[in-house]
């Protein structure tokens, strides 16, 4: 009997850590729960996605295409490519930080031309799991809402440009719709449209991020 107690017990133990690490459809196997999975610090390493821009009934669709150094625009099969990274660091403690640095032309008052540079813009706030939603065809913890408390613009000639947002009824967030949430890989889904009037904007593909 007292086996089999033990048995019984260690039966339920496994059963609560499955439910406990609950995992998407695209997961591997893992025994941390997605908060683990999810904490750490992530970067950029690829990018495969497109935007359509429907305006008084024209359309210009742009496809975005990183490599993990280089992100290529390409509309009308014209292309532009220039040095892209973006770094998110996810807490344990509901906090996020995300550093993005995108190479950009400007104008350089000290020798009167054009040029490139680095402008690096960063986020801060705090993130969360977002419950399911039947309506939007989403489970439990496929979301994640990032909720923007602080934003900072350094552009390459020194102008920096930041503000602070607070209260509970913030508006600026940026959702992730978890495609694969594994313990050194996030990837995530851009399902997006947006419609007025005749118009409208779509973006659709994804972003992989790989943990340091």
Known sequence: MKKLLVLSFIT???????????????DPFS???RKAR???????????YEEKD??????DIT?????????????????????????????KD?????????EVEYWDNTNLQWTKGIRTETTEGVWYFLDGNDNLGVEK??????????YRQID?????????MSGRSNSWVNIFLLDRLANDEIVTLFDFTQTWGGDSFTRSGTMTYSKE
């Open 94 to 102: 509901g906090t996020f930080k995300s550093v993005t640095e995108k």
């Open 31 to 33: 025994l941390l729960s």
């Open 38 to 48: 999810i904490t750490g610090v992530w970067n950029l390493t690829s990018a495969d």
């Open 141 to 150: 913890k496929e979301r994640v809402e990032f909720l923007v408390e602080k």
């Open 63 to 91: 496809s975005f295409s990183y490599d993990g150094e280089n992100m290529t625009e390409t509309t009308d099969g014209n292309g532009e490519t220039y040095k892209y990274s973006e770094e998110l660091t996810i807490e």
């Open 54 to 59: 429907v305006n008084d009934g024209n359309v």
């Open 12 to 26: 339920i133990l496994i059963a609560s850590t499955f439910v406990g690490c609950k995992k998407g459809e695209n």
């Open 156 to 164: 390459p000639d020194g102008d920096t440009f930041e503000y602070e």
